[in-house]
């Protein structure tokens, strides 16, 4: 991590592929405060511990030797994750993965192999608020986005 950061955003990044690493940290690296996850267990490990310090993104890719992030996300025990934007990176290329990975609250998705510009401009939309999602806690089940009031909401939406 570099200590001359352009602002001072973290991005965790559950990656397991030491090329897609080596790319994050290139792009990456030089604008936010990132931290590296290869695993399913020490990603869970960091939410436990860290639950004061939460990271602004999540960067996830699906495939990973302990789970798949899908099952991770269907679970639910990290109620957390609920909280923290996160994008999938992943080269699963598949409608139902792609359906089931924006319904449960995923930003953006996007299919490796990616372009390097094209990460760094999702990953800065979305810190900057321009790509936003709402979190509804509690037993609300209406929301106000963007000046409309949407009703009705199920517990997931």
Same mark, same amino acid.
């Given at each position: 991590m570099n200590t001359q950061l352009v602002n001072n955003k973290s991005i965790w990044i559950l990656e397991d592929d030491k090329n897609c690493q080596f790319v994050y940290e290139q792009v990456l690296n030089f604008r936010y405060k990132t931290v590296y996850f290869d695993s399913i267990a020490t990603f869970i &490990?960091?939410?436990?511990?860290?639950? &004061?310090?939460?990271?602004?993104?999540?960067?996830? !890719?699906?495939?990973?030797? %302990? @789970?798949n992030f899908l099952n991770f996300l269907t679970e639910g025990k990290e109620q957390e994750l609920l909280t923290i934007p996160f994008i999938i990176f992943s080269s699963i290329d598949d409608i139902d993965a792609l359906r089931f990975c924006f319904n449960e609250g995923a930003l953006d998705y996007l299919t490796k192999p990616f372009?390097?510009? &094209?990460?760094?401009?999702?990953? &800065?939309?979305?810190? /900057? =608020?321009? /790509?936003?999602? +709402?979190?509804? /806690? @509690? %037993? /609300?089940? !209406?929301? +106000?986005? !963007? =000046?409309?009031?949407?009703? =009705?909401l199920t517990s997931k939406q």
């Open positions: &490990e960091a939410l436990q511990n860290n639950r &004061e310090n939460l990271p602004s993104l999540v960067v996830a !890719d699906l495939v990973l030797p %302990d @789970g372009r390097r510009n &094209e990460i760094l401009v999702k990953i &800065e939309n979305i810190l /900057s =608020g321009r /790509s936003t999602r +709402t979190v509804i /806690s @509690g %037993d /609300s089940k !209406d929301v +106000t986005l !963007d =000046g409309v009031k949407i009703t =009705g």
